[in-house]
């Protein structure tokens, strides 16, 4: 007597946080020499007893570098954060995103129509989260752009190992055990760049910091060797040009191994040298290494343009010279 079933459920597609991670493996183009290698095994070192490790130090010093190369010995994957001054710790943790919403039709009896509907907010998990719930790897790089009541949520999964969630969450617990196998590796900038947050003490408490400066003579050389496929004369040459600049003025954090990669680039794609008389090196070099490292100025002309003609002047014949007498046959009486 009754009508045959009719029921219809109509439901909206489900938002899900997908595979916001990376699986890094170690480039064969990374430099290893005393210097990184010292580094990467205090780093490692660290992390391994179950510290967050803090490299800090100037720009273009190589931190996220190592930082990308210590996430992957750890085989792990990757949950990468950049410092956002816009950054909430929703913006970490997760947030309501959007609404699933569920109707029911049911037509059971054809005279009858029974409808429901059921909207519901969704909750997604943001990085953090991710990360502290899979055991991941994060890495926060440049975190001290973040205000720090954004990276607050930080204290008590560093510390007590547990991640407090909003109430707002509609799905789990209030709190999160963080898995055994999380890590964390941070970067930052000194407090005086533009853009750069003061950090609480209690976060930094919390890290083992480990200050990263500019490399020693050798690496910078085998690593602008490495990423522009320039021979060793022409790097230790445009090296130490670099290494000369950052002893002049009072902004002397730079040029930055940038600036040699940068060079060395450009001279190997032209056909260029780095030498004295290559006027293809000369100009390269004046326009990557124009900074504002001289404040100085003569007639309202900045002095950097002479500065860099002077001293790539006399590295170059400095390391020609040294060449020639490594090279110079002996002769026997």
């Known amino acids: 007597m009754g009508g045959r079933e009719n029921i219809e459920i109509i439901e909206s597609e489900i938002i899900t946080n997908g595979d916001d991670n990376v699986v890094p ?21 660290y992390l391994n007893v179950g510290y967050s490790v803090h490299f800090a130090g100037p720009a273009g010093t190589g931190k996220t570098t190592l930082a990308f190369h210590l996430a992957a010995s750890r085989e792990r994957p990757v949950i990468l954060i950049h410092g956002d001054d ?8 997760g947030r309501d995103s959007g609404y699933r919403k569920s109707k029911l039709i049911d037509n059971y009896i054809h005279s009858v129509v029974r409808t ?35 990276n607050n949520v930080l204290l008590s999964i560093l510390e007590e190992k547990i991640l407090n969630l909003p109430s707002m969450r509609r799905t789990g617990e209030g709190y999160l055990e963080v898995h055994p196998d999380f890590r ?6 000194p407090e005086e ?8 003490d209690a976060l930094m408490d ?18 602008t060797m490495s990423k522009s496929g320039i021979p060793r004369s022409d790097a ?16 002397n954090h730079r040029p930055t191994i940038r600036a040699c990669i940068a060079i060395g680039k450009v001279i190997a794609h032209l056909g260029a040298r780095a030498q004295e008389n290559d006027p293809t090196f000369d100009w390269v070099c004046q326009d990557v290494l124009n900074t504002d490292t001289v404040k100085v100025t003569r007639s309202g002309q900045s002095l950097m343009p002479e500065k860099i003609k002077e001293i790539v002047k006399r590295v170059c014949r400095k390391n020609k010279a040294e060449r020639n007498a490594k090279i110079r046959p002996v002769t026997l009486d």
Not at 86 to 93: A, I, N
């Open 206 to 223: 919390r890290l083992i910091t480990i200050n990263v400066d500019h490399y020693d003579r050798e690496t910078e050389v085998q690593i």
């Open 184 to 189: 964390a590796i941070f970067t930052s900038n």
């Open 25 to 45: 493996v170690a480039s064969e183009e990374f430099v290893f020499t005393p210097h990184i290698s010292m580094l990467t095994e205090r780093a490692a070192a």
């Open 86 to 93: 816009e950054f909430g710790s929703s913006d970490l943790v």
């Open 193 to 200: 760049y533009a853009g750069v947050h003061k950090t609480q």
């Open 116 to 150: 429901e509907e059921e909207m519901r907010s969704l909750w997604v998990d943001n990085r953090l989260t991710t990360a502290c719930r899979e055991g991941y790897t994060l890495i926060y790089d440049e975190f001290t752009r973040s205000r720090a009541e954004a």
């Open 236 to 251: 230790e040459t445009i090296v130490d040009i670099i290494r000369e600049l950052r002893l002049v003025g009072v902004n």
